[in-house]
Structures are given as structure tokens and as C-alpha cells.
């Protein structure tokens, strides 16, 4: 009996319970977190969720769309074509649509390209790649990390249709966010269901604008609102110049067709053709 006793004195103890550590936030959650954080970031979740919400965005990995920017009385400046854009890594190529067109450009994520030549699309392919994405992608890329969002006084815009003040948001960014980390953006939001009506902004591509310059401020009134997969996106734009809230007569209209949120695309699709 005294053998036993100590044979059971001598055996391992039991092994402490294992508590295994709580799962890691999502991406959805800690965007999420960070923007409820600040009043300009709650405005812009309010935003987001007239829009469709965050977790469709952040589910989704492309967007395609057609993009029909038509300056006014500039038939030449005139930039039409298919947009296939990767949303998790900002990568985007887009293929020239209309009569005649031959162009391709794209950013693969270092570098951009185009074909056949320089001179086949009337802008640089590295600041225009991603821009209709930029626009389109309104108001779920104003929630990427480096944004700063500041809440404004609501303002009087008669030209959106809406004479009630609008919500207004101005959208910043840390410095060494992206190419042009000076851009800035200001929603202006419908006071019921905080869709954008519309949209400020200027442009400093330190390729265009050296030395800390920028474009005139511009405005685009946002109009033609549709759904897909699940999010409403506008599909017409009308630029203006801002002029401190007078606005100068029309100077652009874009309009946005075939719209698609769909699965990652494969990693070839964003890379320069072989020559």
C-alpha cells in the first residue's frame, strides 16, 4: 500500500489547461475600430453605409467598370476605357474602348506601363491608372490607412439640387501616404441618407504640379445612382470648377457603365504585355 501511495505521490501532475489566445481583429474590424475613433471618421462609416456598408468593400477582391471622362469642347482629351482594378493591392490596367482605340496601360504595383507607345492615351500611365478607381471607389477608399478625416461646417450646394446644408468632410492624408500624400478630398453628403452629392478636390502629382504646386480646386456633382453587388455607386459626374463655392460653367462629364465587384483577378492581368 505504501508503494502505491508514493507511485501516486511521484506521477506528473496534470497539465495546466491551455486557453488559446482570442482570434485576430479582421480587416473589417480594425477599419472599423479606427475610424470610429473621430468624428470625420464616424461621419465617413455614415457615409460608407449609405453607400452599401464596409464589409461588401473589404469582402470584394476586383472592380471593373467602363470610364468615360469627356472634357467640354476637347474631343481630343478624351479618356475612354475598361478599368479592372485589384482592391487589396491598389493595382489597376485599363483597355482604351471606343473606335480606333489601341491603348493599354496598368500599374502592377512598382511599375506602370503602356502599349503600344507613350503616346497612345492622353495622360501618364502611372497617375492615370488608378484614377477612375480612385473616383469610382468613392466613399470606401477614403477609409484606407493614412487617411486623416476632419469634420467641416455643413455647406450650402443649390447645384446639387438639395437646398439644406450638407454634411461636410474633408479627407487629408499622413505624410508618405501614396504618390501625392498632399491631395485632399471634401464630401459633400446628402443630410437623410449621407450618400455623396457631391465631391472637392485638387490634384498634386508632383509630376504635373512640382514644388508643392496644385490644380484648381474642382467639384463634381455626383448624379445617376446605381447598385452592384450590393453597393451604390454614382454613375455620372459633373466637373466644375469651385471658385470658393461659385461654381464655373461645366468644364467635364464622366459617365460610369458596367459595373462589377467580383473575386481577385489573377496577377498576370495587371502585368505589362510582352513586347
Not at 118 to 126: D, N, Q, V
Not at 127 to 152: E, K, N, R, S
Request: glycine share 10%.
Amino acid at each position: 500500500m505504501m508503494l502505491l501511495l508514493l507511485l501516486a505521490a511521484c506521477s506528473d501532475p496534470a497539465p495546466p489547461t491551455v486557453v488559446a489566445p482570442p482570434p485576430a481583429p479582421s480587416a473589417l474590424e480594425v477599419t472599423h475600430t479606427r475610424l470610429s475613433k473621430t468624428e470625420g471618421g464616424r461621419l465617413l462609416l455614415q457615409a460608407i453605409d449609405g453607400h452599401g456598408g464596409l464589409e461588401p468593400w473589404m469582402a470584394a477582391g476586383s472592380l471593373a467598370f467602363d470610364f468615360d471622362y469627356a472634357p467640354v469642347g476637347a474631343p481630343e482629351k478624351r479618356r475612354y476605357a475598361r478599368t479592372q482594378a485589384d482592391l487589396r493591392g491598389r493595382r489597376a490596367v485599363q483597355t482604351e474602348l471606343g473606335e480606333g482605340a489601341d491603348a493599354k496601360l496598368g500599374w502592377d504595383g512598382q511599375d506602370a506601363w503602356i502599349v503600344p507607345d507613350a503616346s497612345a492615351f492622353p495622360s501618364p500611365p502611372r497617375f492615370w491608372a488608378t484614377t477612375p478607381l480612385y473616383f469610382v471607389g468613392l466613399p470606401w477608399v477614403l477609409a484606407d490607412p493614412g487617411t486623416i478625416h476632419t469634420v467641416l461646417p455643413s455647406t450650402v450646394i443649390p447645384e446639387t439640387g438639395e437646398t439644406r446644408p450638407l454634411p461636410t468632410l474633408k479627407v487629408t492624408y499622413e505624410a508618405g501616404t501614396g504618390d501625392a500624400p498632399d491631395d485632399f478630398y471634401v464630401l459633400h453628403l446628402d443630410p437623410d441618407s449621407k450618400r455623396i452629392l457631391a465631391v472637392r478636390y485638387i490634384v498634386t502629382f508632383p509630376a504635373f504640379f512640382p514644388e508643392g504646386g496644385h490644380s484648381p480646386e474642382k467639384v463634381l456633382l455626383w448624379s445617376d445612382v446605381e447598385e452592384a453587388g450590393g453597393l451604390w455607386f454614382a454613375t455620372h459626374y459633373n466637373s466644375h470648377g469651385w471658385n470658393g463655392g461659385d461654381l464655373s460653367p461645366l468644364t467635364t462629364t464622366v459617365d460610369v457603365a458596367n459595373i462589377v465587384l467580383g473575386d481577385a483577378l489573377p496577377d498576370a492581368i495587371f502585368s505589362a504585355p510582352a513586347p
